[in-house]
């Protein structure tokens, strides 16, 4: 199995679990139990093993384009910067956040204010790395898509749909639109998870493409 496919793969894997880690993630609607913390922990970790799974793929996309290019260079730069981003919401609501939920279920009704208002705050600081790494992540498509132009087996199709949906988030975004609670974020990853797994495809295929014409040369 070529590199290619690998990293094809990791791409995919990585793009379905990050919606399915949101699908199964928990609300405020949901309420405060030891259930929905429980679950809090596990869906961030899963999602942190889901974005190794795109990195690792996407570092793939970016020796498939060039490294040396600048395009492909600033893409992964502000993919590093998402991944900055997004440590610290997943460190909150995997540990912190949990944590503030089991004192305020065993609390007395005055310390319970002083948690909730805890929990308010740890909500915006999730907030605020959530919007960075949209932002951020939005960025890297942009400046993919636009390596992908010319560049086989990547179409023009793909780069304008990359190009679409970063436009989308950041408008979204930036004009108040796409607020970042469960179903908003969850739709972001849905759409940048589209573009990753169409990207994907076509590194797998043309993978094989190019397996198939080492064995008739053969």
């Not at 970790?45 to 889901?50: H, Q, R, V």
């Not at 995997?94 to 208002?117: C, G, K, N, T, W």
């Not at 849905?190 to 397996?211: D, H």
Request: proline share 2%; glycine share 8%; aromatic share 12%.
């Amino acid at each position: 199995m070529k590199s290619g496919k690998i990293y094809g793969i990791a791409l995919i894997l990585g793009s379905v679990g990050s919606v399915l880690m949101m699908a199964f993630h928990p609300t405020l609607r949901d309420g405060i139990n030891e259930h929905n913390s429980t679950m809090m922990l596990i869906v961030h970790l899963f999602g942190m093993i889901n974005f190794g799974l795109s990195t690792f793929g996407l570092v793939g996309l970016s020796r498939r384009l060039g490294t040396q290019r600048a395009l492909v260079t600033a893409a992964m730069i502000a993919y590093a910067f998402a991944g900055i981003a997004v440590i610290t919401p997943v460190a909150v609501s995997a540990f912190i956040f949990p944590a503030l939920e089991r004192e305020y279920m065993s609390a007395d009704s005055s310390a319970q204010v002083l948690i909730s208002h805890s929990m308010m705050f740890s909500f915006q600081i999730i907030q605020a790395f959530a919007k960075i790494y949209v932002l951020c992540i939005a960025a890297a498509i942009v400046f993919w898509s636009f390596a992908m132009l010319r560049n086989y087996p990547f179409s023009k199709w793909l780069a304008t749909a990359g190009l679409s949906i970063a436009a989308a988030l950041w408008i979204g975004l930036l004009g108040g639109h796409l607020k970042l609670d469960v179903h908003g974020f969850g739709a972001a990853m849905l759409a940048t998870g589209i573009w990753s797994v169409w990207t994907a495809v076509l590194m797998i295929t043309s993978s094989a493409s190019n397996n198939s014409e080492a064995s008739a040369l053969a």
